[in-house]
Nanobody
Framework: QVQLVESGGGLVQPGGSLGLSCVASGFSFKDYAMSWHRQAPGKERELVASISSGTGRSTTYRDTVRGRFTISRDNAKNTLFLQMNSLKPEDTAVYYC?????????WGQGAYVTVSS
């Protein structure tokens, strides 16, 4: 059974930090490119950051988070991470992890992140 389980969401003040984790099971994690996406209320889901399969040598970030967010992976633990620093209210959203290999896509259930004072 394929599962992607996100954790680490919550409420944080502007300027604060939060770390998300996504634990994968039921498929060969190291072979999949992984990414984080988010969906704010009333808006479409958008790509936040991505990391290549294997060693994760290649990463990409959307402009609004570059320099503040860091995506990483630990293949030994089948886990994807997103470290978020200098958070802003506009980062408030449900964050989803996604696994991609050829035409096969898996999504997690989402983790709520609220940035508010």
């Amino acid at each position: 059974q394929v599962q992607l389980v996100e954790s680490g969401g919550g409420l944080v003040q502007p300027g604060g930090s939060l770390g998300l984790s996504c634990v994968a099971s039921g498929f060969s994690f190291k072979d999949y490119a992984m990414s984080w996406h988010r969906q704010a209320p009333g808006k479409e889901r958008e790509l936040v950051a991505s990391i290549s399969s294997g060693t994760g040598r290649s990463t990409t970030y959307r402009d609004t988070v570059r320099g503040r967010f860091t995506i990483s992976r630990d293949n030994a633990k089948n886990t994807l991470f997103l470290q978020m620093n200098s958070l802003k209210p506009e980062d408030t959203a449900v964050y989803y992890c996604k696994a991609l290999w050829e035409s096969t896509i898996y999504w997690g259930q989402g983790a709520y992140v609220t940035v508010s004072s």
